[in-house]
């Protein structure tokens, strides 16, 4: 789908070749693409700024019969994730006039101020991501995706470059497939649903499979997993996905949120917070896609991952305020609100998990709470951890990959706010400031000294508009943030 092109437009009989140009500076350095970028500087309406597109049909020596060119603006500005959004714009232009196949030209690293191998990534995940769509339900797909991208560069396409492109497609494949079950309805992905949804794939993978049905999670003693699946009709489910290369050494345990509809149970939502909670299981989805995604691209790293998948719904037999659970880690929870549902399932899995595979490092991914929306706002995910290094490493792949997270402290002495007059712990807390650092708090409960970090990405999981590079629905966030980070979580 994505190949790596040496550039030679007199032979590119693709449908169109799209050339990105600064306002400010010559970035090209081949000859006939430079040549080409001069015929523009006689068209005054384009000038090479941001969102300035000229279209150019059946020029001498190009096999192409249309080349679109792309205003960057200031050349220094342009940074990694403005060429994502730059080759993105180029395969929605593509799209928008029905194409199936469109070229993009790379630009010189040394002229854009970028290393090459992240300038050509960062292009390929901009044009793959943004070739995406969720139209399942859609009888009319009224918008195709490109059968065909071509980057086409100045450099030698070596053998290396080219691993790193096929590298970047699995990665971006995995993003594409937590966004598709992010975007599918709840009606369809109910807990048995979509773990069998998750099964289907990781079987085509060489991971190992193991599945927990309601009567394993009850001989396991997971109570709170039990106890938030209790009002639904749907049963829940625990899955563990294990991928393990020869002669590794570590363990990282993956652990994701998976509520495939969060009523809020018998603490009903309302009406203006229920519509986008499909996307509960958004943690869920970012860890089974890395699980596939790490096995597709042979991952040295041993990684389990484990999914508690549930249905938070009221009915009779709904979990109520006042009622104590016990959990897996034997410890006492009093439900001090059922929408509080996360990390109670969290609790069970993350201690079952350290209880089975004693991990070197734990990571959990969740769309925790509304309160850490409401601190870094819809782009940024919260990041929790006592390891110092882990949670820098962490920061540091959200810079390079552009799924941003930012560092939010677990202060001990918030922890009385989780106390229980009746159990060991309320999933409550009773201030009500600071609801995602209690959260977190709540879940280092069950964490004993296991090196651990918390990313709760109830902001950045989904949008409800078409953004950059990223359709409405599920954005995948995750995926492409851990498959940056695994490689380099060993390092010393
Ligand atoms: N799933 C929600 C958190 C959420 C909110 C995700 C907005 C995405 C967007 C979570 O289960 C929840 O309901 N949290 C409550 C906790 C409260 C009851 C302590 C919240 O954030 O309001
Ligand atoms: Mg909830
Ligand atoms: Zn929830």
Known sequence: MLALKPIDLQNEKN?????????DKNIHTEKTIINLVKTTETIKPFKGREDDELILYHLQDVGAPCVIFLGIGKAADADAEIWRIVASKAVKTGIKKELSSVSVVVPSAKKTGMEKERLIVSMAEGALLGNHRFDLYKKKKKLKPLKEINLLTASNVTAELEKLTARTALVCDGAILAREWVSIPP?????ARFAKLIIKQAKKENLNITVMKEKELKRKKCGAILAVAAGSQSKPRMLILSHEPKNAEKTVALIGKGVTFDSGGINLKPTGSLDTMKMDMAGAAAVAATMITLARIKSDVKTIGVIPI???MPSGHASRPGDIIKTYSGKSVEIGNTDAEGRLILADAMAYTIDQFKPDLMIDLATLTGACVAALGEKIAGVFSSDKKLSKAIITSGERTFERC????LPEDYQKFLKSEFADIKNLSSSRWGG???????????VGDTAWAHIDIAGPAYIEKADTYCGAGGTGFGVRLLCDLLPNLFDV
Do not use: G, M, Y
Not at 187 to 191: G, I, L, T
Not at 406 to 409: I, Q, S
Not at 436 to 446: C, G, R
């Open 436 to 446: 995602a650092i209690t959260a977190a708090l709540f879940l280092s409960e069950f």
């Open 310 to 312: 549930v249905e938070n």
């Open 406 to 409: 930012w560092p939010l402290p």
């Open 15 to 23: 449908a169109a070749i799209v050339i990105p140009v600064c306002e």
């Open 187 to 191: 009606n369809d992905k109910r807990p």
